[in-house]
């Protein structure tokens, strides 16, 4: 059992930045690929970012290429997601996940097992 708990949401102006933090207990997390995803009332749970248990491949959602960064720190086993250029559509609560070694379809929100109870991120225009 792996239990996530995120930080760091809140608001910001657009153009801002912010980080958002995930920590994880339980098992080993360097034998983890994690991930973001996020939603939107009304709306399907959206892939962001993904890193994998290796650390060295991560994968991004063409919304947010070239503006927000996943990384990991092992060592603490946390996870970030480093959000620049923030604009109002990428106002929602982001959700930390986790699966072992990785998951079959990043992209699949079904394909993760671990999840974390989320934190809202609002950016004013």
């Known amino acids: 059992q792996v239990h996530l708990v995120e930080s760091g949401g809140g608001l910001v102006q657009a153009g801002g930045s912010l980080r958002l933090s995930c920590a994880a207990t339980?098992?080993?997390?360097?034998?983890?690929?994690m991930g973001w995803f996020r939603q939107t009332p009304g709306k399907e749970r959206e892939f962001v970012a993904t890193?994998?248990?290796?650390?060295?491949?991560?994968y991004y959602a063409d919304s947010v290429k070239g503006r927000f960064t996943i990384s990991r720190d092992n060592a603490k086993s946390t996870v970030y997601l480093q959000m620049n250029s923030l604009k109002p559509e990428d106002t929602a609560v982001y959700y930390c996940a986790a699966d072992l070694w990785g998951p079959s379809e990043a992209g699949d929100e079904s394909s993760w097992d671990y999840w974390g109870q989320g934190t809202q991120v609002t950016v004013s225009s």
């Open positions: 890193i994998r248990w290796s650390g060295g491949t991560t």
């Open positions: 339980g098992r080993t997390f360097s034998t983890y690929s």
